[in-house]
Structures are given as structure tokens and as C-alpha cells.
């Protein structure tokens, strides 16, 4: 079993609409969330992180924290042409600084 | 300002040769790694230095030298590589080695090897 799942999608989407992309993670040690966004041949960018159980809203993303079932999303509202990207969720252990990536989900908003 | 700049962007090399990566950042941050990213792959984890010690090495072989001169700069010293070793090689900062803090990447530098 992988440490970080994803779906790799391709995830299509129409412009507007409601993108939602689901990571789930196997040790229940994991302390830290965060979402990415890399585009084609540029490096990630960090988009959303979240510690808590519980929903985290900036802007148009909301992460969401389920600990009990070690599952993690992220939902893009009002979805742009310019969200078409590969997103990475990542993780980290209580006390760690290695970051472990899942395979990461394509999106591809369709205008 | 979350920028972390490493340069070059684009390298190409020959299996004999020896060049450096090299990558820096202003923001004080104390925890610097090294990702190495194949195509349509994620980031896999190199190199983590805390406070310019080096506390993490996933097994990377010698022919890839990691060095923190000071808690600003982070290095790259490859050497005698192969054509599988061809990818990007991202950089990244943290602020405080240990708390889970946000991690920040460069653009990373899009090695060849011939």
C-alpha cells in the first residue's frame, strides 16, 4: 500500500463548475496536509495546508481534514481554465520535515 | 516573499563531468531540501538539512554530494552521472526543521545528462 494516495485522474471538469480532489493517506502518525499545484514543467506551488480536522477556506480552495478515516480533499469553486494543472497532495510525520507526495491528480478545466 | 532561486535553470552535462546545483533563500527558513522529479512523476526526497546539518538522506548514491555552506545556500555537487539521472531537481525551504511547516520549492533546474 503507498503511503499517499490519489486518484491521477485524468479529472475533467467544465469551466465554473465544482473540482473536487480526493488524497488519502495509510500512517496514522501523519501530523500535516498540504496541496500543490504544479503546472506542466514548472515546480510545485503550494496552494493549501491544513493541521486540523475540519474544513480551511482561502479564497475559491477549501481543504478538508478527515483524521479518523486519514483522508484529505480539495475543492476548487468556480473553477478557471488556469486551475488545469497537476495537483500533489503531501504529507508529513509529527516531528519531521520529509514531505511525501502522492502520484498527484491531473485537472483540466474545460472552457 | 516565499522565493527560493536556484540556478541554472537548464544543465546539461556529460557522465564524466562535475557541476553544481545550487539554490538560495532570504527567508530565513532553517530546514532546505533536494527533490529530484522524473516526468509525470511526484517529488521524491534526496537531501534534508535542519540547521545546516544534514538529517535526512533517503539513499541517494555518492555521485550526488549535498552541502549548506551557511543557512542560506544549499548545493548540489554532481558527479559522474548517468542518463537516468536526467530530471528536475527542486529545492525547497521550510521555516523551523520539525514543526511541519509549509515547505516552499524553487523553480527548479531541469538537468540532462548525455
Known amino acids: 500500500q503507498k503511503e499517499v494516495e490519489q486518484n491521477s485522474g485524468p479529472l475533467s471538469v467544465p469551466e465554473g463548475a465544482i473540482a473536487s480532489l480526493n488524497c488519502t493517506y495509510s500512517?496514522?502518525?501523519?501530523?500535516?496536509f498540504f496541496w500543490y499545484r504544479q503546472y506542466s514543467g514548472k515546480s510545485p506551488e503550494l496552494i493549501m495546508f491544513i493541521y486540523s480536522n475540519g474544513d480551511k477556506e482561502d479564497g475559491r480552495f477549501t481543504a478538508q481534514l478527515n483524521k479518523a478515516s486519514q483522508y484529505v480533499s480539495l475543492l476548487i469553486r468556480d473553477s478557471q481554465p488556469s486551475d488545469s494543472a497537476t495537483y500533489l497532495c503531501?504529507?508529513?510525520?509529527?516531528?519531521?520535515?520529509?514531505?511525501?507526495f502522492g502520484t498527484g491528480t491531473r485537472l483540466t478545466i474545460i472552457p | 516573499d516565499t522565493e527560493v532561486t536556484q540556478t541554472p535553470k537548464h544543465l546539461v552535462m556529460g557522465m564524466t563531468n562535475k557541476k553544481s546545483l545550487k539554490c538560495e533563500q532570504h527567508m530565513g527558513h532553517r530546514a532546505m531540501y533536494w527533490y529530484k522529479q522524473k516526468a509525470k512523476k511526484p517529488p521524491e526526497l534526496m537531501f534534508v538539512?535542519?540547521?545546516?546539518?544534514?538529517?535526512i538522506n533517503e539513499s541517494v548514491p555518492s555521485r550526488f554530494s549535498p552541502e549548506c555552506p551557511n543557512s542560506s545556500l544549499l548545493n548540489l555537487h554532481l558527479h559522474a552521472l548517468q542518463p537516468e539521472d536526467s530530471a528536475l531537481y527542486l529545492c525547497a525551504s521550510s521555516q523551523v526543521p520539525g514543526t511541519n511547516t509549509e515547505a516552499f520549492f524553487g523553480q527548479g533546474t531541469r538537468l540532462t545528462v548525455v
Open positions: 538539512y535542519s540547521y545546516e546539518k544534514l538529517s
Open positions: 503531501a504529507v508529513t510525520l509529527f516531528g519531521n520535515e520529509k514531505l511525501t
Open positions: 500512517d496514522r502518525g501523519s501530523q500535516s
